[in-house]
């Protein structure tokens, strides 16, 4: 796989972009799930939870702004986890842990639903935005 790019650096405007998310992020949220009703030929869909408009907008800023990059985050998944379960952490991390912490939560979610929601609840995300405005 490849690996983050030597010399990326983000710009001002890539920080400012998740950064300024930080007082939507940090609000309080609630599950919403969607139960789609049987179809017309009995076939069931599942229910899934529907995410917010603060967590897509997320995810489309880290993508537009090269937050998400193509890095083995499965083999990085015990640091993000020692993250995940201590945001304190964070308030050191480098520019690189939050590049890697972000790609991970984002490509994750489109594995395991609700990947982003649990970040948010445990406090990773606001921990990473508020670092993130450390460096603007």
């Known amino acids: ?3 983050k790019e030597p010399d990326w650096t983000p710009r001002p405007e890539a920080i400012a972009a ?3 998310l930080l007082p939507e992020m940090a609000s309080p949220t609630t599950d919403r799930w969607h139960e789609p ?12 939870m529907l995410s917010d408009r ?6 489309e800023r ?26 304190s ?17 984002v490509r994750k979610e489109r594995f395991c639903e609700g990947t982003l929601r649990s970040a948010r609840h445990a406090g990773a995300l606001t921990a990473i935005l508020r670092r993130l405005a450390d460096f603007a």
Request: aromatic content about 12%; charged content about 25%.
């Open 89 to 105: 952490a964070l308030h050191a991390a480098t520019i690189d842990t939050l590049r890697k912490l972000i790609t991970t939560y």
């Open 37 to 48: 009703p049987p179809g017309d030929d009995g076939v069931l869909t599942l229910p899934h």
């Open 62 to 87: 880290a993508y537009a702004h090269k937050w998400v990059y193509d890095f083995d985050w499965p083999a990085w998944q015990d640091e993000a986890q020692r993250l995940h379960k201590d945001p």
């Open 54 to 59: 603060v967590e897509n907008e997320f995810v």
């Open 1 to 3: 796989m490849t690996q």
């Open 18 to 20: 998740l950064a300024e």
